[in-house]
């Protein structure tokens, strides 16, 4: 922004705070409401019946930038629920806190490479949002505190990080630290030119109190994992399998979960659709109550990864997953999804999409969980406003019909506007 007209705008953007301009400030924000209408929350379970409420995002950001090696990134948050019958979710209200306040540290960059160290509350994205993710989808998004070393070249890049993740309350300034380190890794991605890209990655978690089907216990659990993709015209894919071991109380970890997503994106036709389909499989427990577990655990993934409804996550699951996007102007995209859902073991059962356990299952012999179907448009009127809606219809299956005793279909309808600047 130093270079173009100084419009208010750009002088938000970029405030000068030395005559030289080495030492620069920023400012952003964004104000993001959500209007959510849910029909049979949890199929019915929860005789809810019709629950509509609505969501709100705000937040603020300085940005101050010290020479070539200093910068300092504070981002203030504020999120709120209104008209849920059953209250708010975790993922939904928390009125006032520091989303991030990080120092990053550079010591060195030139033109072909860059080493930075990044310490404090700051979030983490990594790969296609499977285990690592800032959870763009929900009202809250994460964060972490610690410390992160990142390095990154033309065609290489790897992080080191070490973090702890807060419990989250929903008053102000509320939320409560956990004094340890429970989540660490290293993630790295090579690129290969025209060929596509390599991620690998390893990931360490430790809580004090996992809930599964198999019971409540003190996990710490590994993670292996690999993905190679490609995105662009032409054929895009995108493949990742995943090992995870450790101790859950006395017993042994072993879960491990695979996906392949593969499509073609039509970039000489107008509205370049794109053609995908998706397929995952992700383990589950195979023998209640010996202790052991082998249901995977999603970590900290983005939500809605398997469908909009909070109901199912990538827990104890087979999933089929044929989906089409098309331009229907340059600012108007519509996606349709359909969704077949399974149960890989039956001895274990439904995870919401945050590793949460959903419905128990190891009494019931029927493996089909239900199908959805959804449609989405995304208009973005410009770089500032973007408006989202989208509707899931969840039709249950065997395994849902047998576990409840009026088990319903449920309908998902949300609407989203985001103003960013």
């Known amino acids: 922004m130093k270079d173009s007209t100084r419009t208010l705008f750009n002088r938000i953007k970029y405030l000068p705070l030395a005559n030289n301009g080495t030492v620069y400030l920023s400012f952003g924000g964004e104000a993001r409401m959500e209007y959510v209408d849910f029909q049979n929350e949890d199929w019915g379970r929860l005789g809810i019946g019709h629950n509509n409420f609505l969501l709100q995002r705000y937040s603020l950001h300085a940005d101050l930038n010290i020479g070539e090696r200093i910068r300092v990134f ?62 763009e989808g929900p009202n809250l998004r994460l ?16 992080d080191a990080f070490v973090m702890m993740a807060d419990t989250i309350n929903t008053g102000a300034f509320d939320n409560k630290s956990s004094k340890e380190i429970n989540l660490w890794g290293v993630y790295s991605k090579l690129i290969f030119p025209e060929a596509g890209n390599l991620d690998f990655y390893y990931l360490g978690i430790r809580r004090n109190a996992a809930l599964f089907e198999e019971g409540l216990a003190r996990e710490i659990r590994q993670t292996l994992g ?58 589950g427990d195979n023998k209640a109550g010996d202790g052991n577990l082998q249901t995977f655990n999603p970590l900290y993934p983005k939500g809605g990864y398997f469908g909009f409804s909070p109901q199912i996550g990538p827990v104890n699951l087979i999933d089929l997953h044929p989906y089409t996007t098309v331009g229907l102007s340059n600012k108007l995209v519509l996606q349709a999804d359909v969704v077949f ?29 239900g199908t959805a179907y959804l449609v989405s448009l995304n208009y973005t009127i410009n770089k500032f406003i973007t408006i989202n809606t989208g509707a899931q219809y969840f039709r249950t299956g065997s395994f849902i019909d047998d576990l409840i005793s009026d088990p319903k279909d449920g309908l998902f309808i949300n609407s989203r506007v985001a103003v960013k600047f």
């Not at 209250?87 to 010591?107: H, S, Y």
């Not at 060195?108 to 310490?119: D, E, Y």
């Not at 995870?351 to 299952?361: A, D, F």
């Open 226 to 283: 690999a993905r190679y993709w490609k995105y662009g015209g032409g054929f895009i894919y995108n493949f990742e399998a995943a090992y995870q071991f450790g101790k859950f109380g006395q017993g042994n970890i072993l879960a491990w979960t695979a996906s392949a997503d593969i499509g073609y994106s039509f970039e000489g036709i107008k509205g370049k659709p794109t053609i995908n389909l998706r397929h995952d499989y992700i383990s």
């Open 143 to 158: 964060y972490f505190t610690g410390g992160k070393l990142m390095y990154a070249s033309s065609k290489f890049f790897i």
């Open 74 to 135: 504070t981002q203030i948050r504020s999120a709120w629920e209104g008209g849920r019958k059953n209250g708010p979710r975790p993922i939904d209200e928390d009125k006032l806190n520091i989303q991030n306040l990080f120092v990053d540290f550079t010591a060195f960059k030139n033109t072909a490479q860059s080493l930075k160290l990044r310490i404090g509350r700051q979030e983490l994205d990594y790969g296609s949002g499977r285990l690592i993710s800032v959870r």
């Open 341 to 369: 859902n399974w149960r890989y073991s039956l001895k274990d059962g439904v995870y919401r999409p945050s590793g949460i356990l959903n419905l128990k299952g190891a009494s019931s012999a029927k493996r089909y969980i």
